[in-house]
């Protein structure tokens, strides 16, 4: 058994796994669109009617029958800050 990368090839699909942060859990369906997935993918999120950037990096991909599955992982240094709940002035 080789522990090779998955291969995908142009307008193939991949699925993405986040872990970490506020889209710890989700799970998204991606377009090749270079045979390749993304390094890094960042994630627009709406809180309290703001728009937050959200960087997930690290990406380990593995293949799962006929299906690509590329996981990563949430970077809070280099994401936008998001505000913890106790300290939000919420009236």
Same mark, same amino acid.
């Given at each position: 058994?080789? +522990? @090779?990368?998955?291969? %995908?090839?142009?307008? #193939? ?5 986040? @872990?970490?942060?506020?889209? +710890?859990?989700? !799970?998204?369906?991606?377009? !090749?669109?270079?045979?390749?997935? &993304? ?11 703001? &728009?937050?950037? %959200? #960087?997930?990096? !690290? ?7 006929r299906q690509v599955q590329v996981h ?6 280099? !994401? #936008?800050?998001? &505000?913890?709940? &106790? ?5």
């Amino acid at each position: 058994m080789t +522990d @090779s990368a998955p291969a %995908l090839t142009r307008g #193939d699909e991949y699925i993405v796994f986040y @872990s970490g942060g506020p889209y +710890d859990g989700q !799970s998204d369906t991606r377009i !090749s669109t270079d045979g390749k997935w &993304e390094t890094e993918i960042t994630v627009i999120a709406a809180f309290d009617g703001k &728009e937050t950037q %959200l #960087d997930y990096i !690290s990406p380990i991909a593995k293949q799962v029958g006929r299906q690509v599955q590329v996981h990563y992982t949430w970077d809070p240094k280099d !994401s #936008d800050p998001i &505000e913890a709940v &106790e300290e939000r002035n919420d009236d």
